[in-house]
Nanobody
Framework: QVQLVESGGGLVQPGGSLRLSCAAS????????MAWYRQAPGKQRELVGS??????NYADSVKGRFTISTDNTKNTMYLQMNSLKPEDTAVYLC???????????WGQGTQVTVSS
């Protein structure tokens, strides 16, 4: 069983920055892929970006503004979010897929609100 704990969300003004963290209960080398999703009220959950074997991919809506990174010494994935817009407001969730059995796990989410 993998446990994921997100943190770092909050209220930020448009144009501001936040860094989200996703701390895993096991080595990130146990994961085939790690990803960030977000879900805004009344909208479907959408993929923000992912990292697989060190390669990252991003949704067009965040490309150039968001960056995913990992720290294997802390078993943590990060999402650096710059130039935030009101439309980035959502609950951000961490997702991982394990190497063995290809099982998916989700964190509980952290709220990001972009508003003046």
């Amino acid at each position: 069983q993998v446990q994921l704990v997100e943190s770092g969300g909050g209220l930020v003004q448009p144009g501001g920055s936040l860094r989200l963290s996703c701390a895993a209960s096991m080595s990130i080398f146990s994961f085939y892929t790690m990803a960030w999703y977000r879900q805004a009220p009344g909208k479907q959950r959408e993929l923000v970006g992912s990292i697989t074997s060190g390669r990252t991919n991003y949704a067009d809506s965040v490309k150039g503004r968001f960056t995913i990174s990992t720290d294997n010494t802390k078993n943590t994935m990060y999402l650096q979010m710059n130039s935030l817009k009101p439309e980035d407001t959502a609950v951000y969730l961490c997702n991982v897929v394990t190497v063995i059995m290809r099982r998916a796990y989700w964190g509980q989410g952290t709220q990001v609100t972009v508003s003046s």
